[in-house]
């Protein structure tokens, strides 16, 4: 009787498990690229913001159209927190992906053009 190296059924595992290991990594490839353009996206999004000098009164008509439910009609906080100094506390890249991404809950995230995000930074910048 002879033996043989490899079994049938090592075989076949062998081969389901490349198999699994070929699609965990395209998986893992489609979202490290989704993640990239994403971020790219976002990079290129808040380059544009930040070359914009914005309008404090627009931002300002932007931030009670808003922002007031929540950080109040003077920025001084009522679910969300005061605004004033924030611009102390975080940076404009800080402050921009907060707004567009709604980081800490319960503020929603929001879409809004490099203008007025610029606007409402310059807003922002006039609290302190």
Known sequence: MST???T???RDFKSEFLKIAFILFGVLLI?????????????NYIIKTLELNGSAEEGDALFK????GCHGITARGLVGPDLHSVTQRL????IIKQVTGGLTPPMPS???DPVNMSNLLKYLHSLE
Request: hydrophobic share 35%; aromatic share 14%.
């Open 4 to 6: 043989s190296s490899s």
């Open 8 to 10: 049938a059924a090592e």
């Open 31 to 43: 979202c490290f690229s989704i993640f990239f353009v994403k971020n790219h996206e976002n990079n």
């Open 65 to 68: 159209i808003n922002c007031v």
């Open 91 to 94: 940076n404009d890249k800080e």
């Open 110 to 112: 929001f879409e809004i």
